[in-house]
């Protein structure tokens, strides 16, 4: 979901973006009217993060699936190493991505309890340039909610839940994000990097994909994705009038405490992750009877409540309960889930 202001506000901007007479889309990427739109998305999103100086704060494409490829090659640094936490679908992602670029070694794993816990003892070799994970495995629906401390530096993948907590940038060497799950419309993914890390890229890496070429253009070495960038910028000021990170992290607790203080309190519905790493942003859940998953979805949908399905991997449901789902969507799931239980139960 995006916050319906902020479609409304796109949408009373379409033809006509502050007396330009343009729309966004119509917009040079260095005209004076995008150069501020981009600028202010800039200055709020490292303000609603407070990313410390010496980061670069990157607007690139290609989703998160392209760093996969794009951190080995900008940050492997001549090593040929690197590790991986191994937590889920999208860390095991990576790691095949990795695999072309270097020796990618597994760190630590949560293979051996189908990936329902976040592991904390990681085992990284102080040679392997970087150890990368997944600080929220949006399919199985497991979350860091500690950094991990590492001794060489930490590169995450929070695609799925940036934005919806305070993050201590600090602590890591990168973090990147596709928008699409939390902060934005396809198309668009945030890189925050250490300055100090950049300029080292493997020999042909491709101009685009190299980091230090990339923030020495301000993001705009060729044409960024200039919609989904004011989009973006949108949904960065809409956090800010809800009171920045944690306030919307005291929201997104208590949202994700009502669907699962529900599912834990059912005998009928059941998440299988370890409690202290349960995600908020996404909840799998299984019914005791899976046949009866169509018609649970059917019903759902007939109540206005769609994307329930559960990843193709996983089977069974996952809610998704990203910033901008109020908790009245999730008190509205949960009533649901209890008058299937008394029905089916
Ligand atoms: C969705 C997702 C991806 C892939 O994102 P794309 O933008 O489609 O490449 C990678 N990692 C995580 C954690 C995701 O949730």
Redesign the pocket.
């Known amino acids: 979901m995006l916050p319906a202001e902020v479609l409304a506000r796109a949408g009373d901007e379409m033809l006509d973006w502050h007396g330009t007479g343009m729309c966004v889309m119509e917009m040079s990427h260095r005209g004076k009217e995008f150069m501020g739109i981009a600028a202010e998305a800039e200055a709020d999103l490292r303000d609603l993060l407070s990313i410390p100086p010496g980061y670069k704060l990157l607007f690139l494409q290609?989703?998160?699936?392209?760093?996969?490829a794009q951190v080995p090659m900008n940050l492997l640094h001549g090593k040929g190493k690197a590790d991986y936490v191994l937590t889920g679908e999208?860390s095991k992602?990576?790691i095949k991505e990795a695999k072309n670029y270097c020796d990618a070694a597994v760190a630590a794993s949560s293979e051996d309890r189908k990936f329902t816990y976040a592991p904390k003892q990681w085992k990284v070799r102080p040679d392997a340039a970087y150890v990368h994970f997944?600080s929220?495995?949006?399919?199985g629906g497991v979350e860091f909610h500690e950094v991990p401390s590492a001794s060489i530096p930490l590169v995450a993948?929070?695609?799925?839940h940036f934005l919806s907590r305070p993050m201590d940038v600090s602590k890591f060497a990168l973090i990147y994000?596709?928008?699409?799950?939390n902060a934005g419309p396809?198309g668009l993914?945030f890189v925050i990097v250490r300055e100090d890390l950049l300029g080292k890229a493997e020999k042909r890496t491709p101009s685009v994909m190299d980091y230090k070429l990339q923030a020495d253009a301000d993001s705009m070495l060729n044409t960024p994705p200039t919609y989904s960038m004011y989009i973006a910028g949108l949904v960065f000021k809409w956090l800010k009038q809800q009171g920045g990170l944690s306030s919307i992290e005291r929201k997104n607790i208590e949202k994700a405490k009502l669907l699962y203080d529900y599912l834990d309190s059912s005998a009928f519905f059941k998440n299988p992750v370890a409690r202290e790493d349960r995600s908020r942003m996404n909840v799998p859940f299984t019914l005791k009877d899976s046949s009866l998953d169509g018609a649970f979805l059917k019903g759902a949908e007939e109540r206005g409540m769609v994307q329930l399905k559960g990843h193709r991997s996983v089977g069974g449901m996952r809610a998704s309960i990203y910033n901008a789902m109020p908790i009245e969507g999730v008190r509205r799931l949960v009533e649901y889930m209890k008058e299937f239980e008394q029905r089916h139960g």
Do not use: M, P, V
Not at 62 to 68: D, E, K, N, P, V
Not at 177 to 181: E, I, N, V
């Open positions: 290609g989703g998160a699936t392209l760093q996969f999208w992602k990576a997944c929220n495995e949006t399919i993948d929070a695609s799925s994000a596709g928008a699409q799950k396809a993914t």
